[in-house]
Nanobody, 121 residues
């Protein structure tokens, strides 16, 4: 089993920045990719970004490209999502995910509990 713990959510004004963290622990030897998804009430979970374990390959949703940056600290088994130029439409619960496949789909084996990001003035 793999445990994922997110942190870093909160309230920020439009145009501001936040950094989310996701620490993985447990049986992480079969984890080849980690990613971020987000969800708002009444909508399906939406892909945001993903990174391969090597850190050399990344995916971004078009809606966040150029504003969000995903990275990882291999020694800490932690990934980060630096979110800049935040917009009200970025408001959502953000979930960390991990699994053996590097994919934009929600086909990840493990999920965190979610952290709320609210962009509002």
């Amino acid at each position: 089993q793999v445990q994922l713990v997110e942190s870093g959510g909160g309230l920020v004004q439009p145009g501001g920045s936040l950094r989310l963290s996701c620490a993985a622990s447990g049986s992480i030897f079969n984890i080849n990719a980690m990613g971020w998804f987000r969800q708002t009430p009444g909508k399906e979970r939406e892909f945001v970004s993903a990174i391969r374990s090597s850190g050399l390959w990344t995916y971004y949703a078009d809606s966040v490209k150029g504003r969000f940056t995903i990275s990882r600290d291999i020694a800490k088994n932690t990934i980060y999502l630096q979110m800049n130029s935040l917009k009200p439409e970025d408001t959502a619960v953000y979930y960390c995910a991990a699994g053996p496949r590097f994919t934009r789909s929600s086909d990840y084996d493990y999920w965190g509990q979610g952290t709320q990001v609210t962009v509002s003035s």
